[in-house]
């Protein structure tokens, strides 16, 4: 829980290019919180063209969700109020904004670090514990 909130608009952040290693398209994002510490974040994110990234494993726990326009998560699309949570260190399939998109994004316990695999499969090998090990 955070220790002080206060209400915001949005409009009064500026947009910077998204910090979404290993994406490929046209995002950008308001940074809404950051925590300097562990670099914990949320962002509104807006797809300015389509973007995407394919499975992988992310550094912090990663939500998304949709405000306006769509997502696809693994093949499956998501409209306005679409909502996906992966927690860190755990493979996460390939996800894909369509232009015009707007999408609210928290990055929890860790920054915006994502180690990209071919496919969800492959993620999941990488994540999970290796056998023998006790």
């Not at 990055?107 to 695999?117: L, N």
Request: net charge negative; aromatic share 10%.
């Amino acid at each position: 829980m955070r220790a002080h909130v206060e209400l915001i608009h949005e409009d009064d952040y500026i947009f910077h290019t998204g910090e979404l290693p290993s994406g490929e398209g046209k995002i950008l994002e308001r940074r809404l919180s950051t925590d300097e510490e562990d670099g914990s974040s949320s962002l509104s994110l807006h797809a300015i063209g389509d973007w995407g990234r394919s499975a992988g494993i992310a550094h912090a726990d990663t939500e998304f969700y949709v405000v306006e326009g769509t997502m696809i998560y693994g093949g499956q699309e998501l409209g306005p109020g679409g909502y996906v949570q992966v927690p860190r260190g755990t493979a996460m399939d390939w996800v894909r904004f369509r232009e015009g998109a707007r999408i609210l994004h928290w990055r929890e316990y860790g920054d915006c670090g994502f180690d990209p695999y071919t496919n969800v499969a492959e993620a999941s090998a990488k994540a999970a514990p290796e056998s023998g090990e006790g």
